[in-house]
Structure formats: structure tokens, C-alpha cells
């Protein structure tokens, strides 16, 4: 898609790119819910219809687009950020937080009746800020250009003639 030449032209950014594209689908599926979800609908079977945006099937399939995307962005990260700070450890420490994202969501899932729709946005903001501020100290601890990134940087590609007018130069 669009994420691949993101990063092979912000190569001097590759994490940051894939978490912004994170932040962002996130930010979006949170402005669709908050507008298209009535408060009340997360603790019980509501009438009310007090929202900007109308309910619809495409709204739905965007908004599963989106969190689908999130997920596949904030993967290609995680996996990342593992291989940066242990590069010996990198599948185990990746399943260690497989298994907190997890454990996380059946604690969401348990407590989702007793929350509001803009309790789960808020909750959801505060965790997604944590996370940011989490990745970014640890960019900042393990800073090396010599490990892999998720998409190699663009390399210039030698054209016979270019090489050939450089020898005769």
C-alpha cells in the first residue's frame, strides 16, 4: 500500500512512520465511534439516536477496515521494537506482549458494560498515548542505524550510461 514508499522515503523515521499511520486510522475510528455511537450503547439497548453520523453497514466495514489496519501498523512496530532492544530475545519478548494485548482485551471485554462509549475513548486516548510515549523512550535508549528496519531504505539504481559518463569525466 501507501506505508511501504513512506518508509523507504522517511528511512531516518522507520518506526515512527508505522506508529504515526497507527495513531492516526486510531484517531479516525475513535472521531467515526464518537459520532456515529450513542453514549448509552456499551451498558444497554438504547432508542436514542443523538448522533452527527447515521449508523450504517459501510460505516461499520470502515471502521473495521481501520482498527484491521491499526492492528497490522502497531504489529510491524512491536516486532521491530523487539528486534531494536533485544535483538537475541526478539520472538519471546514479542509473544510477552502478544499475551499483555491479550490479557488487556478480555479486561476490556469484561468491564465494556460498565463503560460508556466516551469512557472507552478515553481509556483507549490515555493508553494510546502511553504507548507513544513508551516507544519513543525506547527509540531514544536503543538508537542504532544498524539494525533492520521493516523495509530497507531506497538505494539509487546505476544506470550504465550514468557510470559510463562518470569513467569518461
Known amino acids: 500500500m501507501f506505508i511501504r514508499p513512506m518508509i523507504k522515503r522517511l528511512h531516518k523515521y522507520k518506526l515512527i512512520v508505522p506508529m504515526a499511520v497507527h495513531c492516526t486510522s486510531m484517531a ?9 455511537v450513542p453514549n448509552e450503547a ?8 443523538d ?3 447515521t449508523p450504517s ?9 481501520l482498527l484491521g489496519f491499526a492492528d497490522f501498523t502497531i504489529t510491524m512496530t512491536r516486532s521491530v521494537i ?3 532492544a533485544v535483538p537475541d530475545y526478539r520472538a519471546e519478548i ?6 499483555y494485548q491479550c490479557v488487556a482485551s478480555c479486561v476490556i471485554l469484561f468491564i465494556s458494560p460498565y463503560l460508556t462509549v466516551r469512557s472507552w475513548i478515553l481509556i483507549l486516548i490515555v493508553f494510546l498515548l502511553a504507548g507513544i510515549a513508551a516507544m519513543f523512550a525506547v ?3 536503543t538508537h542504532n542505524n544498524t539494525v533492520a528496519a521493516p523495509i530497507e531504505p531506497l538505494e539509487e539504481e546505476k544506470d550504465e550510461k550514468f557510470q559510463e559518463e562518470k569513467t569518461f569525466a
Open 28 to 36: 479516525i475510528v475513535m472521531v467515526l465511534v464518537y459520532c456515529s
Open 42 to 49: 456499551t451498558q444497554k439497548p438504547t432508542s436514542n439516536m
Open 51 to 53: 448522533v452527527l453520523i
Open 57 to 65: 453497514r459501510y460505516l461499520s466495514i470502515l471502521i473495521g477496515f
Open 139 to 141: 527509540l531514544c535508549r
Open 82 to 84: 523487539c528486534q531494536i
Open 94 to 99: 514479542f509473544s510477552l506482549t502478544r499475551i
